[in-house]
């Protein structure tokens, strides 16, 4: 079975304030893809970034940097400088290898403040 | 690029009635899932088809839900007869191929039911 836990069920911050959404997951399957989807007002789902079990590297994009520990099941999610337009439901999801859709976590609401 | 289309966007309907609702993926994927996304269960997997055929539908609620994909670029989900309870937002996504290509969403519907 698979599952992805989101514990910060809503996190709110100061704009410029940095923030690390947390996502940890469970799977037997040795090869399987991390996933992160934004969420915003407007109800549409958006993706975000998608990392591989055999590369742990982090990635960085801009203002978003993702941090992928093997030995701790987690794949966090950090914006920097966080800014209103960051306003949304955060999901981090998880596929295994064979398997085509989706797990998905149970989201974190980011609401920054200006 | 075109998205993956979803129409309607919203959909009030009584109870009783018939629900259809209709997916375009992207050109060219041959993967289609639809999700459907409530506050008490999250995103959930109802169905997915790969080259048009139906490959898992087990998260499919009862056997009130039908899903169709009769070619590569029309998909539709049926709610026959609606009750109360399947109100939510519904969600397709499309992907190319499986591993690590991620899913791409619509705008998703969403469906009250009275």
């Known amino acids: 079975a698979q599952k992805v836990t989101q514990a910060q069920t809503e996190i709110s911050v100061v704009e410029k304030e940095d923030v690390t959404l947390d996502c940890v997951y469970e799977?037997?399957?040795?090869?399987?893809?991390l996933f992160w989807y934004k969420q915003p007002p407007s109800g549409e789902l958006v993706f975000l970034i998608r990392?591989?079990?055999?590369?742990?590297q982090n990635e960085i994009s801009g203002r978003y940097s993702w941090n992928f520990q093997k030995s701790t099941s987690s794949f966090n999610f950090t914006i920097t400088a966080s800014q209103v337009v960051d306003s949304a439901v955060y999901f981090c999801?998880?596929?295994?290898?064979?398997?085509?859709?989706?797990?998905f976590g149970s989201g974190t609401r980011l609401q920054v403040q200006p | 690029d075109a998205g993956v289309i979803q129409s309607p966007r919203h959909e009030v309907t009584e109870m009783g009635q018939e629900v259809t609702l209709r997916c375009k993926p992207i050109?060219?994927?041959?993967?289609l899932f639809w999700y459907r996304q409530t506050m008490m269960r999250g995103l959930e997997l109802l169905i997915y088809f790969n080259n048009n055929v139906p490959i898992d539908d087990s998260g499919m609620p009862e056997d009130r839900f039908s899903a169709k994909m009769p070619n590569a670029s029309f998909s539709t989900l049926k709610i026959q007869p609606s009750e109360p309870r399947d109100s939510a937002v519904y969600f397709c996504a499309s992907s190319l191929g499986q591993g690590d290509q991620p899913q791409h969403f619509g705008d998703g519907t969403r469906l009250s039911i009275l």
């Open positions: 990392r591989n079990s055999f590369d742990e």
């Open positions: 050109s060219g994927h041959n993967s």
């Open positions: 999801a998880l596929k295994g290898t064979g398997r085509r859709a989706l797990t």
């Open positions: 799977t037997r399957d040795t090869t399987y893809y």
